[in-house]
């Protein structure tokens, strides 16, 4: 049996979260503070490499791939809710222009670019699209180093920066964190999660380190988003190998990873009602207040919705990547 490791879902469910703060900025005219412009500089230096990085590391094994069992996991994980949430996304962008930031981009860009509200699972399966060969013929053979090498070339030279297609320019940005999460899965168990566990001053420092340094320095170079983004990376595990099962926290962190994808796919239909309905109550004078208001209500809202709605049909379930709730 397939070994399961409970810390990478509440790694994917705090970085759910880490989604959902922030875009909880997403306001005309925001009145940005210190304190909130490191916020939101600090979350978007790690918080989806943080995805790539897990889905890179659950996807290396040691057998070898079915590739029709593959593509049809994938098609049904990722391709089905993708189609659905942009079919539903059509409707508000199409009825109602004037509440959304943008129009619907048509089934041309739903197809070879990938969407604004969905572009990481585009992005994702597109990945792994191409992985059967990159595991085959390349990340499972000697080259697999010169792999990361030319990975990091292409990327600090912007070779693919106006190719759109595809996603193709995200897909080399991102790829690189899915393959370093592959390459480390012989080391994680025993040198990095065992080594986290019982290292709390080198967990101390690098969470000191990453926290004071990243919202500044991060996107002043390539280097420096790669290192920061790892950084992040290690500090969300750290955070979630020391969350105590059967508490409260585990369980709903594990709810949100285990269904960290239907949350991501609902997250902007209830960030566009809720941010119509508190610019009308609440100033953008108080940034503060709208910001905590906006994510705590989007944020329950979700969980309501997931909890009580989506795992409770077998059917939502299936359109939306949730996991069916076992009765």
């Known amino acids: 049996m397939k070994e399961r490791y409970?810390?990478?879902?509440?790694?994917?469910?705090?970085?759910?979260?880490?989604?959902?703060?922030?875009?909880?900025?997403?306001?005309?005219?925001?009145r940005w503070t210190k304190i909130l412009f490191f916020l939101g500089n600090t979350i978007y230096s790690f918080h989806m490499p943080l995805f790539f990085f897990i889905s890179g590391?659950?996807?290396?094994?040691?057998n070898e791939i079915n590739l029709e069992k593959f593509y049809k996991g994938k098609i049904k994980r990722?391709?089905?809710?993708?189609?659905?949430?942009?079919?539903?996304?059509?409707?508000p962008r199409t009825l109602l222009p004037n509440l959304v930031n943008s129009e619907f981009g048509g089934i041309k860009e739903v197809l070879f670019y990938g969407t604004k509200i969905s572009w990481f699972v585009y992005t994702l399966f597109i990945i792994f699209m191409i992985?059967?060969?990159?595991?085959t013929y390349i990340l499972k053979k000697d080259r697999y180093y010169l792999f990361g090498i030319v990975l990091i070339i292409v990327n600090y030279l912007k070779i693919f920066e106006n190719i759109e297609i595809f996603s193709f320019k995200i897909v080399v940005s991102y790829l690189l964190y899915f393959y370093i999460g592959y390459i480390i899965k012989p080391l994680y168990k025993e040198k990095i999660k065992n080594g986290i566990e019982s290292k709390n001053l080198i967990f101390l420092i690098t969470s000191i380190v990453f926290l004071s340094l990243s919202y500044k320095y991060f996107y002043l170079s390539y280097f420096n988003?790669?290192?920061?983004?790892?950084?992040?990376?290690?500090?969300?595990?750290n955070i979630s190998l020391r969350i105590k099962e059967d508490t409260i926290t585990y369980r709903v962190f594990n709810f949100l990873g285990i269904n960290s994808l239907t949350f991501y796919l609902i997250e902007g239909f209830i960030t566009v009602v809720y941010r119509v309905i508190l610019l009308r109550i609440i100033s953008i004078e108080y940034s503060y207040l709208l910001v905590s208001t906006f994510f705590i209500l989007r944020v329950i809202t979700a969980y309501v919705v997931v909890k009580l709605v989506v795992v409770k049909s077998s059917v939502l379930s299936f359109l939306l990547g949730a996991s069916v709730e076992k009765k």
């Open 131 to 135: 992985f059967p060969f990159l595991d």
């Open 225 to 237: 988003s790669v290192i920061f983004a790892i950084l992040g990376i290690l500090f969300v595990l």
């Open 78 to 91: 990722l391709l089905i809710p993708y189609f659905f949430i942009n079919l539903i996304d059509f409707i």
């Open 6 to 30: 409970k810390e990478l879902d509440l790694m994917k469910g705090i970085g759910i979260i880490l989604v959902y703060i922030g875009h909880s900025f997403n306001f005309p005219n925001f």
């Open 57 to 62: 590391l659950l996807s290396n094994t040691n």
